[in-house]
C-alpha cells in the first residue's frame, strides 16, 4: 500500500519559517519525481517544487528564493524548507509521487501564514 504522509504544517506569522516533510512508503522512492503541490481555497492545485532522484529542481516562480526541496533518498523522505512566509502561501500542502503515468497524492498539511 502506497502512502505519502505530510507533516509540519500550522501557523506561522509573516516572514516566518517553516519545513514539510513528506514520508513515502509502499514505492520505490528512487524511481519517482517526488513533488510539492498546494491548494488554497477557491483556486486550483499548482506545482510549488519537484526533485527527481537525481536532484534536478524547479520551482513556481512565486516560491523562487523563498522555498527550498529537497529529498532524503535514505529515508524516503522530501522536504520543502519555506523562508519568509507570505499570506498568499496560505494552502494545504501536497506531497505528490510521479513515476511516468503513475502517480500518488498524500492527503495534505494545512499552512496558514497569517498575524
Known amino acids: 500500500q502506497v502512502q505519502l504522509v505530510e507533516s509540519g504544517g500550522g501557523l506561522v506569522q509573516p516572514g516566518g519559517s517553516l519545513r514539510l516533510s513528506c514520508a513515502a512508503s509502499?514505492?520505490?522512492?528512487?524511481?519517482?519525481?517526488m513533488g510539492w503541490y498546494r491548494q488554497a481555497p477557491g483556486n486550483q492545485r499548482e506545482l510549488v517544487a519537484g526533485?527527481?532522484?537525481?536532484?534536478?529542481?524547479n520551482y513556481a516562480d512565486s516560491v523562487k528564493g523563498r522555498f527550498t526541496i529537497s529529498r532524503d533518498n535514505a529515508k524516503n523522505t522530501v522536504y520543502l524548507q519555506m523562508h519568509n512566509l507570505k499570506p498568499e502561501d496560505t494552502a494545504v500542502y501536497y506531497c505528490h509521487a510521479r513515476n511516468g503515468a503513475i502517480y500518488y497524492w498524500g492527503k495534505g498539511t494545512l499552512l496558514t501564514v497569517s498575524s
Open positions: 526533485i527527481t532522484y537525481g536532484g534536478s529542481i
Open positions: 509502499g514505492i520505490i522512492f528512487s524511481r519517482f519525481v
